[in-house]
């Protein structure tokens, strides 16, 4: 059973900095492509960075381009976000997923099964 356990939020003010983990088990293999997404109160869930099976490609949505780095660590089975410089318009639930290798893109289509982890940015 595949499962993916998000964690590393909390309550931090404008420029303050956060790292998300997700752990994720159950997955035959590590052939995957992982991503990470979030959804603010009153607004659809949103894209903002994926991560290639090997870990060599990486795409951020534009509105966190150069302030988030997404990483794996395919040992310790964790998929990880870093992000820097948070602003208020940051504040949602972050929830990981993962799909198939191939088509790694933003807007590709994701499984999810985590509860997601909150990020509240003050100003």
């Known amino acids: 059973q595949v499962q993916l356990v998000e964690s590393g939020g909390g309550s931090v003010q404008a420029g303050g900095s956060l790292r998300l983990s997700c752990l994720y088990s159950g997955y035959t293999d590590d052939r995957y492509c992982m991503g990470w997404f979030r959804q603010a109160p009153g607004k659809e869930r949103e894209g903002v960075a994926v991560?290639?099976?090997?870990?060599?490609?990486?795409e951020y949505a534009e509105s966190v381009r150069g302030r988030f780095t997404i990483s794996k660590d395919s040992v310790e089975s964790t998929l990880y976000l870093e992000m820097n410089n948070l602003k208020p318009e940051d504040t949602a639930m972050y929830y990981c997923?993962?799909?198939?290798?191939?088509?790694?893109?933003?807007?590709?289509?994701?499984?999810?099964g985590g509860q997601g982890t909150r990020v509240a940015v003050s100003s």
């Open positions: 997923a993962a799909k198939g290798p191939f088509a790694c893109t933003l807007r590709a289509p994701f499984n999810f």
């Open positions: 991560i290639s099976t090997s870990g060599g490609i990486t």
